[in-house]
């Protein structure tokens, strides 16, 4: 009987060939990993600065609606949260702090929270002296609004200053008044090497005359940027005569005639690395009043030559979980304090997780429609590869029998499923106030044209 000797001419992998190329694969991968998840962090810094500039933005505005004498702090024993001292330095030197017992502004220092991150809103009104040389040490008023926050460890701040003067303070036909509004005042995209991303923006004249509003545009990184009218899809025109593109007149809110739509549009020059970004500031300020102005700002990030994809999980009837629209009337889920509900679904393909997950969910008291508080956790992963994240929805008040939306972040950016993986939904019911804890619970509501409860997140194709 012949022998047959082995020959490596007869093809094939060795064993040490093949564990070298897993080794290889594992270094790439591994850096990779490390690179979407550095890129997905500064992402997360960049939306908690945007939320921040939200926030002081929204207080500022609030204070139009005071006449000039309310723009004030109130006496500290008034205000409980009247922070000591007379005086504020807004960076040009120490200022004489405005109290008065009719000011308008009932709390000095207030916090809004978002999911885990508690922002501390800080205001302060001062005397501002624009001429030494003159008789009057209080020519006008500065209101300065400090937002600050704690993010891995760290403590964070941003500031919004506003001067205000008494012919801005005072509404009426002696008195006019100037100013814009975006909405939204900040937006996040995605999009691969050498697209077009487009963000859409409304201006809204908030002041009480008839107005042109000069749009201008800046990207921090050199990105190609186009502004355009969004109904007639053409860029906008100098229509004020002064040299610079704007919006046209706009009439006083809330007439007809008193806002544009806009459409920005943000090239990503090609070759892009992943994970890569820029942020564009586009600004709109008043031709009659160079100070009344606002902006927003729109975050564009590479996927360099993977392609984006928008994932948008709706939770539906039959517990379970896709991407089908709800068109009806709505299903609900209801159970006590203790009690898990989840959904699940097929993916269709498979994808890598690019962001941050937004889970909304319509809830509301099982029983009864008094007034009380529920809340609940929230978990999302796969059956492959388990939990990704699980968040806290934080007290929920709840005072109808409606439902109310909850909406809770996960931090789920960097994982990653395949075609034919189960992903899941699951909501743990962890309070539920008063009553008995039988006949009292956590209702969701889901699927139905009014109660879209779902998952949304951004992903590539690998």
Same mark, same amino acid.
């Given at each position: 009987m012949g022998m047959h000797r082995f020959d490596r001419r007869d093809g094939g992998f060795t064993l040490i060939e093949a564990a070298v190329a897993?080794?290889?694969?594992?270094?790439?991968?591994?850096?990779?990993?490390?690179?979407?998840?550095?890129? !997905?962090?500064?992402? +997360? +810094?960049?939306?908690?600065?945007?939320?921040?500039?939200? !926030?002081t933005a929204e207080v500022a505005e609030s204070i139009r609606d005071l006449t000039y004498d309310e723009v004030a702090l109130l006496p500290s024993a008034s205000d409980p949260t009247r922070l000591p001292g007379s005086t504020f330095d807004p960076g040009t030197g120490a200022e004489v702090v405005i109290e008065d017992a009719i000011a308008g502004i009932p709390s000095q220092v207030t %916090?809004?929270?978002?999911? =885990?991150?508690?922002? %501390?809103?800080?205001?302060?009104?001062?005397?501002?002296?624009?001429?030494?040389?003159?008789?009057?040490?209080?020519?006008?008023?500065?209101?300065?609004?400090?937002?600050?926050?704690?993010?891995?460890?760290? =403590?964070?701040?941003? +500031? !919004?200053? =506003?001067?205000? /003067?008494?012919e801005k303070a005072e509404a009426g036909a002696a008195n006019p008044t100037y100013g814009a509004a975006f909405s939204p005042a900040f937006d996040t995209g995605y999009g691969q090497a050498g697209t077009d991303m487009v963000f859409t923006h409304t201006v809204a004249n908030i002041g009480n005359r008839d107005d042109f509003f000069d749009v201008t545009v800046v990207n921090d990184a050199g990105w190609p940027v186009v502004v355009n009218d969004l109904a007639t899809g053409t860029a906008l025109v100098d229509w004020s005569g002064n040299g610079t593109p704007d919006t046209g007149l706009l009439l006083p809110a809330?007439?007809?005639?008193?806002?544009?739509? !806009? +459409?920005?549009?943000?090239?990503?020059?090609?070759?892009?690395?992943?994970?890569?970004?820029?942020?564009?500031?586009?600004?709109?300020?008043?031709?009659?009043?160079?100070?009344?102005?606002?902006? /927003?700002?729109?975050?564009?990030?590479?996927?360099?030559?993977?392609?984006?994809v928008g994932v948008k999980l709706y939770m539906k009837a039959g517990m379970a979980l896709n991407s089908i629209v709800p068109s009806g009337t709505p299903s609900t889920v209801a159970g006590p304090s203790g009690a898990s509900v989840t959904w699940s679904?097929?993916?269709?393909?498979?994808?890598?997780?690019?962001?941050?997950?937004?889970?909304?969910?319509?809830?509301?008291?099982?029983?009864?429609? /008094?007034?009380?508080?529920?809340?609940?956790?929230?978990?999302?992963?796969? %059956?492959?590869?388990?939990?990704?994240a699980t968040v806290s929805s934080g007290d929920i008040p709840v005072s109808t029998c409606d439902p109310v939306l909850s909406t809770v972040v996960l931090p789920i950016d960097g994982n990653t499923f395949a075609a034919g993986d189960t992903l899941f939904v699951q909501i743990d019911i962890t309070k539920v106030s008063s009553g008995s804890p039988s006949k009292r619970g956590l209702t969701v509501a889901f699927d139905g044209v009014d109660f879209q409860s779902n998952l949304a997140f951004n992903a590539v194709r690998p």
């Open positions: 897993l080794l290889i694969a594992t270094f790439i991968f591994v850096a990779l990993g490390q690179t979407i998840s550095m890129a !997905l962090r500064a992402a +997360e +810094e960049r939306r908690l600065e945007q939320q921040a500039a939200a !926030l %916090t809004e929270s978002f999911n =885990t991150i508690t922002y %501390t809103l800080t205001r302060y009104v001062t005397w501002v002296d624009d001429d030494p040389l003159d008789s009057s040490a209080e020519d006008y008023k500065r209101l300065t609004v400090q937002a600050e926050w704690t993010s891995r460890g760290q =403590t964070r701040t941003e +500031e !919004l200053e =506003t001067l205000v /003067a008494l809330p007439d007809p005639g008193s806002t544009i739509d !806009l +459409e920005v549009i943000v090239t990503v020059p090609a070759g892009t690395p992943f994970g890569e970004g820029s942020l564009t500031t586009i600004e709109a300020t008043s031709v009659h009043d160079l100070d009344a102005s606002s902006s /927003a700002n729109d975050t564009s990030y590479s996927t360099g030559a993977f392609t984006p679904g097929i993916a269709p393909e498979a994808l890598n997780v690019a962001s941050d997950g937004t889970l909304e969910v319509h809830v509301s008291r099982r029983g009864t429609c /008094a007034a009380g508080v529920v809340a609940f956790d929230a978990s999302v992963g796969s %059956t492959a590869t388990g939990t990704w």
